[in-house]
């Protein structure tokens, strides 16, 4: 199968999941106990004044009439204005979302060069010291949620030490002003997937050593680091790969541990801001462009393991 032709497949079936997710969100969000009309009408209100609400916000139509101009306002690019602050809800992201991109662009830029260095190194050196203190701290640490981590680290290195800020209350907008408020929430973020990933190119790479094409490369008295490079290297990451792309997925849900623990003001804090107020189309808005990142990732990774090693995935 061609790359093209693999990469249209994948395209339609993104587009069939993002369409099912985003009726899953409103199902969900409609079924959220609770009344955003009464939140909104104050401590002490009244049936008329939640009724005026209700109607102002067009509570009061069928929930299948609001879903289909929901879907619509998807299409034309349109999410809606928060019932909270009554501001549109694109604006209400783009507040929230450089924090997060800071964070999740951070985590990836660091992910990738981390875990692959891990890998090789433990493979390259398989059975050896390296290797096995290597193996012993990657299941050490992916074994530590990453709530409890954070607390830790905050505790150790912020409390105890003083060496950075516990928190981002107080830090401007722009938090790579304050790179030393980064370093905590980016190690807790790198913990898991970097122990995850390494295992997966160490265990790729031993295998790839031991094939039959690698054995005819040294063979043909190719330098070592040239053969593990350019031959066995690319079939080992193949499933790496596809891992990063689920990372990605898990990454969405460690941004908003993150950023509730060390107080970033991202889309994570929006996100249970949202709930707790139901704030019914910023909760929506959120999860479909949660959704929409996943897919995407994920159909870019699968593109890059097919391109690595097509037979794998054909």
């Known amino acids: 199968m061609?790359?093209?032709?693999?990469?249209?497949r994948r395209l339609l079936l993104g587009?069939?999941?993002?369409?099912?997710?985003?009726?899953?969100?409103?199902?969900?969000?409609?079924?959220l106990p609770g009344d955003a009309a009464v939140v909104l009408a104050g401590d002490i209100p009244d049936e008329e004044r939640i009724a005026q609400i209700r109607h102002a916000l067009e509570l009061d139509r069928p929930a299948?009439?609001?879903?289909?101009?929901?879907?619509?306002?998807?299409?034309?690019?349109?999410?809606?204005?928060?019932?909270?602050?009554?501001?549109?809800?694109?604006?209400?992201?783009?507040?929230?979302?450089?924090?997060?991109?800071?964070?999740?662009?951070?985590?990836?830029?660091?992910?990738?060069?981390?875990?692959?260095?891990?890998?090789?190194?433990?493979?390259?050196?398989?059975?050896?010291?390296?290797?096995?203190?290597?193996?012993t701290v990657t299941v050490g640490l992916y074994s530590i949620p990453e709530f409890a981590l954070g607390v830790v680290l905050v505790a150790?290195?912020?409390?105890?030490?003083?060496w950075?800020?516990?928190?981002?209350?107080?830090?401007?907008?722009?938090?790579?002003?304050?790179?030393?408020?980064?370093?905590?929430?980016v190690a807790v973020l790198l913990a898991r997937p970097v122990c995850s990933i390494s295992r997966l190119v160490r265990a790729g790479l031993i295998d790839a050593l031991g094939s039959g094409y690698v054995a005819?490369?040294?063979?043909?008295?190719?330098?070592?680091?040239?053969?593990?490079?350019?031959?066995?290297?690319?079939?080992?990451?193949?499933?790496?790969?596809?891992?990063?792309?689920?990372t990605t997925d898990w990454l969405l849900g460690g941004v908003i541990v993150v950023e509730s623990v060390f107080v970033i003001p991202g889309l994570g804090t929006l996100l249970n801001d949202s709930v707790a107020a139901r704030d019914i189309p910023?909760?929506?808005?959120?999860?479909?462009?949660?959704?929409?990142?996943?897919?995407?990732?994920?159909l870019v990774a699968d593109l890059v393991a097919y391109r690595l090693a097509p037979r794998s995935l054909a």
């Open 15 to 31: 587009v069939a999941q993002v369409v099912a997710v985003t009726t899953l969100v409103f199902v969900l969000t409609e079924a």
């Open 282 to 298: 910023v909760i929506q808005a959120l999860c479909v462009l949660f959704a929409t990142t996943t897919v995407a990732v994920n």
């Open 164 to 185: 950075f800020p516990p928190t981002a209350v107080g830090a401007p907008p722009n938090l790579l002003q304050e790179p030393a408020l980064l370093v905590l929430p």
């Open 2 to 8: 061609s790359l093209a032709r693999y990469a249209l």
């Open 64 to 135: 299948a009439e609001r879903w289909a101009g929901w879907l619509a306002g998807l299409a034309r690019g349109d999410l809606g204005v928060s019932l909270v602050s009554g501001r549109p809800v694109s604006g209400v992201l783009a507040d929230g979302l450089p924090p997060t991109l800071v964070l999740a662009g951070l985590t990836l830029l660091l992910l990738v060069p981390i875990s692959v260095a891990a890998g090789v190194t433990a493979a390259v050196r398989q059975g050896g010291p390296l290797d096995r203190v290597l193996t």
């Open 216 to 246: 005819h490369a040294g063979r043909l008295g190719l330098p070592r680091g040239r053969v593990i490079l350019t031959h066995a290297l690319p079939n080992a990451l193949t499933p790496a790969v596809q891992q990063l792309a689920r």
């Open 156 to 162: 150790v290195f912020a409390v105890r030490l003083g």
